[in-house]
């Protein structure tokens, strides 16, 4: 059975800044390399997919990636990134990113955190939200609106103690559009990944950004967008499809009633419910007809 449609994004209102308060900062993510240095700097946005595992553009982490393996993706982060959470009240944690699985071929990049992240509220204990997910596009002429931060700067400066604080100044921004062209395994030699067109603008800085379909599921990434295209015109941007993440391999432990220190593919994540995919049988239609 479908899901209902939750909103009709407006498209009025297609860029349009939100609050810094939002509550989507407590899913969508920012990733900060060298964040405990005076050399602290943003390179995009990640997205809470389920426990203590993130989202993002493969692109992003390429800034934070000395060199890529092809022929090993999943590996450790050549340099220290921290994803920085803001919950409400507002209160905040900072998470260390302790590895990165990096799709060969898709736009798509999985982020395992650590379990311990500074808090402002040290008191307070951290239940994890999520999104639900669509691993495939929306339909053509559907309406999506993403999700991301542009305009990021980081400041550092001394405490009288001789301690540092750090100062994130950014512009939360929604950006509405309507999907277009949809290219199930691949556009061309520069996007050659699934992904589809959207009417929708992304700055700089949005990338890896949680894209969202009228029934409220996550259905992509921000990955792309022609800059200064809405100047002239509609704006012409790309969302990353979302499938290819659930054959990466990852080796978070799941709880109790799994096996530790072993390896799987992310699929298992969404067949034991800990990543929470309304139409599974789809997915594993999918899966068992073109992933080998």
Avoid at 24 to 52: H, K, P, Q, W
Wanted: glycine share 8%; aromatic share 8%.
């Amino acid at each position: 059975m479908p899901l209902p449609r939750l909103s009709t994004f407006p498209l009025d209102k297609p860029f349009e800044r939100q609050e810094p308060t939002t509550s989507l900062s407590e899913m969508a993510l920012r990733l900060v390399v060298n964040f405990y240095t005076e050399d602290a700097y943003v390179i995009g946005t990640a997205t809470v997919i389920c426990g203590n595992l993130l989202v993002t553009a493969k692109h992003v982490l390429l800034a934070a990636v000395d060199q890529f393996d092809v022929e090993n993706p999943c590996r450790m982060i050549d340099k220290p990134i921290a994803a920085v959470q803001v919950l409400p009240g507002p209160e905040y944690n900072v998470w260390d990113v302790v590895e990165g699985i990096l799709d060969p071929v898709s736009d798509i990049a999985l982020l395992r955190l650590g379990t311990n992240p500074g808090r402002s509220n040290p008191n307070n204990l951290h239940v994890w939200r999520q999104p639900r997910v669509n691993p495939f596009a929306p339909d053509v002429g559907d309406r999506v609106a993403a999700f991301g931060y542009r305009k990021s700067l980081v400041r550092v400066t001394r405490n009288a103690d001789g301690g540092s604080h750090t100062e994130l100044n950014d512009e939360p921004m929604i950006s509405v559009g309507v999907v277009g062209q949809i290219h199930e395994m691949q556009r061309d030699r520069l996007l050659p990944f699934p992904c589809y067109q959207v009417s929708a603008r992304f700055d700089a800085g949005m990338s890896g950004g949680p894209v969202y379909d009228e029934t409220g599921c996550m259905c992509g990434l921000v990955c792309s967008g022609f800059e200064g295209a809405h100047l002239d015109g509609e704006p012409v941007s790309y969302v990353t499809t979302l499938w290819p993440l659930f054959r990466l391999i990852v080796n978070g432990d799941r709880g109790d009633d799994y096996p530790r220190g072993v390896h799987y593919p992310a699929i298992e994540l969404a067949r034991g419910g800990q990543i929470t995919v309304p139409d599974l049988f789809r997915l594993e239609h999918w899966f068992a007809a073109q992933v080998k």
